[in-house]
């Protein structure tokens, strides 16, 4: 744990108390232990999903495992991603798709779907004492280290509670709190955001209703299986190492 950024924390979580707080939960490590980390100091966020495809088997368990174990509702909303892909006719029938698609429906309003647009659309909503959490770590990469170590943390309307943690930290915060975390964790190391070559045959082996549900809206999703590199590289089987034993079990659900 990085002391600096630690005692940071510590000098400005109490002011939270007074505002509207919002997590951007991605269910992922950071996200979950950014929850957790809050909850221990009094501070109950509200929890936005920004999912990829709506009602997905898999991710439907374990937003059922996380608003039963934190006694929270999980509002859900479309992703940036969803809306680039639909844009893009993304893994769809290739011949013509693009033009086929635009003709039909024109644009698919992506500028609705960025970050900052959902994030002002919330702040409009909730009122201008709303503050968004993220779970950003120093150890996370150079920029995020910069960044982190220059404002603490906290910057604007932005605010990072586990900003001194590293991955030891994570580990314990989460059998601190007996929590568990997607079974994407056991597969292939990290949270879900959509179909990738890496994912993909894992999803089809794993769970196979998720599959579908994928190839109905998308269907040439299952051709990113084919590609060279659609194998785990070292970072993602590091992941695995390290959070592959906090993941769901496919035995607490029946349907994946």
């Given amino acids: 744990m990085n002391e600096q950024l630690e005692k940071d924390f510590l000098s400005k979580v109490d002011s939270l108390k007074n505002k509207t707080n919002v997590l ?50 999980i509002y859900q909303f479309p992703s940036t991603l969803w809306a680039e892909r639909i844009d893009n006719a993304l893994y769809q029938p290739p011949i013509r798709a693009r033009e086929r698609f635009r003709n039909n429906i024109g644009r698919y309003e992506l500028d609705k779907f960025t970050k900052e647009a959902f994030d002002k659309l919330i702040a409009d909503t909730l009122g201008g004492d709303a503050v968004f959490h ?84 998308f269907p040439m999703a299952g051709a990113e299986g084919l590609r060279k590199y659609a194998v785990l590289n070292k970072h993602f089987k590091q992941r695995i190492t390290q959070f592959g034993k906090y993941a769901l079990p496919k035995e607490m659900y029946s349907i994946w």
């Fill in 24 to 73: 951007h939960f991605s269910t992922g490590a950071d996200a979950v232990a950014s929850y957790l980390k809050l909850k221990e100091h009094g501070i109950n966020p509200f929890l936005i999903y920004h999912y990829f495809i709506k009602d997905l088997p898999m991710v439907k368990n374990y937003m059922d495992y996380f608003e039963k174990k934190f006694d929270e509702h």
């Fill in 134 to 217: 993220l779970g950003l770590r120093y150890t996370d990469g150079i920029r995020r280290y910069s960044h982190l170590m220059k404002h603490g943390a906290s910057y604007g309307n932005k605010f990072y509670p586990i900003a001194s943690f590293q991955i030891k930290d994570i580990q314990d915060i989460l059998e601190r709190n007996d929590c568990l975390l997607p079974i994407e964790y056991k597969l292939w190391g990290i949270s879900f955001e959509s179909p990738r070559a890496w994912n993909i045959n894992l999803i089809k082996e794993n769970c196979p209703e998720t599959y579908k549900r994928i190839r109905k809206i």
